[in-house]
């Protein structure tokens, strides 16, 4: 699968930002029906650790140079899975969403060997209006792997926030505290261990990439059982566009679920939202978590809005000398 006569690709540098964050904006918009990318994150993809654009990313151009397609990857912690990501203008260069993802993968086959791995595991997202991408990535050999709901809730109805459980307090965290953020993570890493996709992040590492979904310290938050840290809300700035507080992620220690952690730390979060005027909160589940806890997220008012898929395919190594 080639590119069309008269259409190029070459590899993209931080001088192509903003033409990546137009193509971007058009392939989000239809999507999920608005601009999820910003030029800070374009940056982020292009510079992060174990990402070299020069080798792992490409632009299409159109005959014209206009830049109409742009293809990444992505691996946060530099082991196990690679994340591919394929972003075009639907109305300019929807056929070379194809021809990026054979190099992608072509990519993620040398990218193997290089590891000295057999094979290496890529994901790429399907939304909901995506059938065309379906499409290309089944023929190409994937298949569904999970799925993900977007759960939201207006806070302009928001009731009250209610006391917490007997025993339960809620608390932002505090981020001069190392020993706080130590816990932070040590909830957040253990909270996570059973479920099917987790790939840890020590301390170290995961304190540098916080940073990478903003750090608005006052929405994070520790909940405390009669004293001791069971349970942290980590909010993202994600959806500020959309005026939107969004929990990225929501953490209990297994000896502490099903004593009213989760909606503590949820309805604090809400809460907190809406004190900054923000009109609506939001969530993502991973629906193969076996701790999903939708019956959850329901009770404090989120509901699904829209799905993203998951597909996956095993890409064996490039033979040596490839």
Request: charge should be negative; charged fraction near 25%.
């Amino acid at each position: 699968m080639t590119l069309p006569a008269g259409w190029s690709a070459r590899r993209p540098t931080l001088d192509d930002v903003p033409a990546i964050l137009s193509v971007v904006h058009a392939a989000d918009t239809f999507a999920v029906g608005y601009p999820d990318f910003d030029a800070a994150d374009v940056e982020a993809a292009l510079t992060a650790p174990y990402v070299d654009p020069s080798r792992d990313s490409w632009l299409a151009l159109d005959p014209e140079g206009a830049v109409v397609g742009w293809a990444t990857l992505d691996n946060p912690t530099g082991v196990g899975r690679e994340f591919v990501e394929v972003y075009v203008d639907p109305e300019r260069g929807a056929h070379v969403r194809g021809p990026l993802l054979v190099r992608q993968l072509q990519r993620v086959a040398e990218r193997a060997a290089e590891r000295s791995l057999p094979a290496l595991t890529v994901r790429c997202a399907v939304f909901e209006p995506e059938r065309d991408w379906q499409r290309i990535l089944t023929d190409a050999g994937f298949s569904l792997a999970k799925r993900y709901v977007r759960m939201h809730r207006s806070l302009a109805d928001l009731p009250a926030e209610p006391p917490p459980p007997p025993g339960v307090t809620v608390r932002p965290v505090r981020p001069d505290d190392e020993r706080d953020l130590r816990d932070f993570h040590r909830i957040f890493d253990t909270a996570f261990r059973d479920t099917p996709d987790y790939e840890p992040l020590g301390y170290a590492e995961w304190r540098k990439k916080i940073t990478q979904h903003g750090t608005t310290w006052d929405e994070w938050f520790v909940a405390e059982v009669d004293g001791v840290a069971a349970g942290a809300l980590q909010s993202s700035d994600q959806a500020l566009d959309q005026n939107e507080g969004f929990v990225r992620s929501l953490s209990v220690l297994p000896a502490y679920r099903r004593r009213g952690v989760g909606a503590a730390l949820l309805r604090r979060a809400f809460t907190g939202y809406a004190e900054k005027g923000r009109t609506s909160a939001g969530l993502g589940v991973d629906l193969t978590n076996p701790t999903t806890p939708l019956s959850l997220y329901r009770s404090v008012g989120l509901r699904e809005t829209r799905w993203t898929d998951m597909y996956e395919l095993v890409v064996p190594a490039a033979a040596s000398g490839v």
